[in-house]
């Protein structure tokens, strides 16, 4: 077919392929930093620097919790931005100098133990999440703003998602070897942190790089406070409950994500186990990835996302029989997480993406930050708060922390604990979460419905013709 009849019958002009590699290269950051604390900063603190587990809990969670004030305020200010590069890039530069050093940081703490400690990190890891956030709300936003084309944005995030497995295989896998290389010592945390701040730093300048070809074809509409943000999610129900179930979906890898290492240590019985635990669960993601697409195109996105859920609720369920069955059930069902962990990763951004537009057509206004604001705040929250779940198991059955130098023996039910906590709770959370998934209608796209015409300007058979498609409308939104 000739090229200008080919492009005649595409639905949108088509990207940059620079733009579509570059922009996913910024998931080396969002993979990286969604994955590492999660997977070895509360181990770090309660078996390195000597933080009893309660103490740890609250060191990683509170610095993620200001997200939930962070997120959406970063969304405001870049969507009123009128800076040099766009109401974008300049953000993801000073997200790019900041957070790499940051989290070198919080791991190279002084040689401080128990209280000290968790109050150095926890002061590196708010700072490190701010950081964080001012270079993701506005990059999770761009695709909106790139193209208005749906297939167009499904290329996007296909990039996004294929660089966001490999950033979380490289980070989860490479993160835990270099840290146990010398038996789990201050040093070689260290070095991890400076490893993973140099993958950090590729990513995040590669994306700040290259989108600067990207059009932008739309842009966003600041809501002018956080209540007003809060108001315009509640007003969209399809939304709330798109993002009700993914929260709750987060908050069930974060405490699989905080639980790996001490399920590698206490019931594999070995650290080490926890990068081939890893590999098995982050493996499937780069390969499944395009049967999750494939099933979404059959079944729809919502229908593929069911699937998706249920898998990974068999999956859980299915780990915490590993004491009983042994090893090798364990890294089967961690495969079996792994290929629903590949649909989490995708359909629910599809979802995200799909519903956003909606809204535009709609309502005419664009509050893509507004929403991915929220939306991030939430997920970083569930990330944050499956660490201080996960450390409140340890606390409530015992589990007594100790240095690297002095390893201490742990009482059944702290090991029993580590087991449920990493099977039994995470299958709890997706379990409730079909509940929201099923109460969500897909939001199809329509234009914004006339308004209608003062009576006393039409004739009366005319009124019925214009008030019938408002509330059909209403009833769907509803």
């Not at 294929?162 to 896998?173: D, E, T, Y």
């Not at 179930?245 to 206490?266: D, E, H, K, N, S």
Request: include cysteine; hydrophobic fraction near 50%; charged fraction near 15%.
């Amino acid at each position: 077919m000739p090229a200008d009849i080919r492009a005649d019958c595409e639905p949108g002009p088509r990207l940059p392929r620079r733009v579509r590699i570059g922009y996913g290269l910024g998931s080396l950051c969002t993979g990286t930093f969604a994955t590492v604390p999660g997977l070895i900063l509360l181990y770090y603190l309660t078996n390195v620097l000597a933080v009893p587990a309660a103490v740890a809990g609250a060191a990683v969670f509170l610095p993620k919790a200001w997200d939930v004030l962070i997120n959406p305020l970063v969304g405001a200010v870049s969507d009123r931005s009128r800076l040099r590069g766009g109401p974008r890039r300049p953000f993801l530069l000073i997200g790019a100098c900041t957070l790499p050093p940051l989290f070198a940081l919080i791991f190279a703490a002084p040689p401080l133990r128990g209280a000290a400690a968790a109050g150095y990190v926890a002061v590196l890891f708010l700072l490190a999440a701010t950081a964080y956030a001012v270079f993701q709300v506005p990059y999770v936003t761009m695709p909106a703003e790139m193209t208005e084309d749906p297939a167009e944005r499904g290329r996007i995030l296909g990039w996004r998602v294929g660089f966001l497995g490999v950033a979380i295989l490289l980070s989860g896998a490479l993160a835990p070897a270099i840290a146990h290389a010398d038996g789990d010592s201050p040093a070689s945390y260290r070095t991890m942190g400076i490893a993973v701040a140099v993958l950090l730093a590729l990513g995040m300048f590669g994306a700040w790089f290259t989108t600067r070809w990207a059009p932008a074809v739309a842009r966003s509409e600041a809501e002018p406070s956080l209540r007003a943000q809060l108001a315009a999610a509640r007003s969209h129900r399809p939304f709330l409950f798109l993002a009700g179930m993914w929260t709750l979906q987060a908050l069930a890898i974060g405490v699989m994500l905080a639980g790996v290492q001490y399920f590698a240590t206490y019931t594999l019985g070995s650290p080490t186990a926890v990068t081939p635990l890893f590999a098995c669960l982050i493996g499937p993601l780069v390969l499944v990835m395009p049967l999750w697409n494939r099933l979404a195109r059959l079944r729809g996105v919502k229908g593929a996302q069911w699937c998706a859920s249920l898998l990974f609720l068999a999956g859980a369920v299915l780990l915490a029989f590993t004491p009983a069955a042994g090893p090798a059930l364990g890294y089967a069902a961690v495969v079996v997480i792994g290929i629903a962990y590949a649909g989490l990763q995708l359909l629910p951004l599809t979802m995200l993406a799909d519903t956003l537009a909606a809204d535009v057509a709609r309502t005419g206004k664009r509050r893509a930050a507004t929403f991915t604001g929220l939306w991030t705040a939430a997920e970083t929250l569930a990330f944050a708060l499956g660490a201080g779940v996960f450390a409140l198991v340890l606390a409530v059955t015992g589990f007594r922390s100790s240095d690297a130098d002095h390893r201490v023996a742990q009482p059944e039910a702290a090991l029993t604990g580590i087991t449920a906590g990493m099977s039994v709770l995470p299958a709890v959370l997706a379990g409730a979460s079909l509940w929201l998934l099923h109460r969500y209608r897909e939001d199809r796209t329509e234009p914004v419905p006339p308004q209608p015409v003062p009576p006393q300007s039409v004739p009366p058979q005319s009124v019925p013709q214009q008030s019938v498609p408002q509330q059909e409308e209403t009833d769907r939104v509803d």
